[in-house]
């Protein structure tokens, strides 16, 4: 079945240590996504990527950083700049093309401050 | 970015039919507007989407007025399934845009 695949679904982090979160889409899709959820609030964008080697910051991007290598994987890191990084991590996947298409969600990972 | 405003939460019980109403009084020309549902530790779920009057699908029915200001989620005969939180976004068409989720509605349905 296509969709996405986001890894690991839970991951725990040391204080000053990057870490990245893994997101696959077999949709072929152009667009990708990843915001950041914390409990009992909506989501917020992190940074997006509308094509291969390009990307663009989002409403939050302070401490995190991303790379668009290939058309289906979009990782994102969450370096030891980022102050408060515990929360709910999605990605999500769209097609550019056609109608307006609707974002396709993967299952989060969540991320905890050990 | 057209702003949306919702409910925070609402209530309902088994059988009932629930509206959900959605506020985006500076939505643009070519935005359409869509919703999604989520449940804890789940990405959202894409429901429905329109552009103006009236589009049903098999799980939920989308009103939205002439002045497309503000749109409204029917869920039909809800059941304790269904109580998830309903996000209402509004965006251009095309992927890559960028698009802002809200706070959403928390819907409980009980028996």
């Known amino acids: 079945d296509g969709g996405i695949t986001q890894s690991p679904k839970y991951l725990f982090r040391k204080e000053g240590q990057n870490v990245t979160l893994s997101c696959e889409q077999n949709?072929?899709?152009?667009?990708m996504y990843w915001y950041r959820q914390d409990p009992g609030q909506g989501l917020r964008l992190i940074y997006y990527?509308?094509?291969?080697?390009?990307?663009q910051k989002g409403d939050i991007a302070e401490g995190y950083s991303v790379s668009r290598e290939k058309k289906e994987s979009f990782p994102l890191t969450v370096t030891s700049a980022q102050k408060n990084p515990t929360a709910f991590y999605l990605c999500?996947?769209?097609?550019?093309?056609?109608?307006?298409?609707?974002?396709?969600f993967g299952d989060g990972t969540r991320l905890s401050i050990l | 970015l057209a702003k949306t405003t919702q409910p925070i939460s609402m209530d309902s019980y088994e059988g009932q039919e629930v509206n959900i109403t959605c506020s985006h009084n500076?939505?643009?020309?070519?935005?359409?507007i869509t919703w999604y549902q989520q449940f804890p530790s789940q990405g959202p779920r894409f429901i429905i989407q329109?552009?103006?009057t009236k589009v049903t699908n098999e799980v939920a029915s989308l009103f939205i007025p002439a002045d497309r200001k503000s749109s409204t989620l029917s869920l039909p005969r809800v059941s304790l399934s269904d109580t998830a939180v309903y996000y209402c976004?509004?965006?251009?068409?095309?992927?890559?845009?960028?698009?802002?989720f809200g706070t959403g509605t928390q819907l409980k349905v009980e028996l």
């Open positions: 949709l072929n899709h152009d667009a």
């Open positions: 990527s509308q094509i291969v080697n390009d990307f």
């Open positions: 329109g552009y103006k």
């Open positions: 500076n939505i643009a020309t070519n935005d359409y």
């Open positions: 976004l509004v965006g251009v068409g095309g992927g890559g845009n960028k698009l802002t």
């Open positions: 999500a996947s769209r097609a550019r093309t056609g109608i307006h298409q609707p974002q396709h």
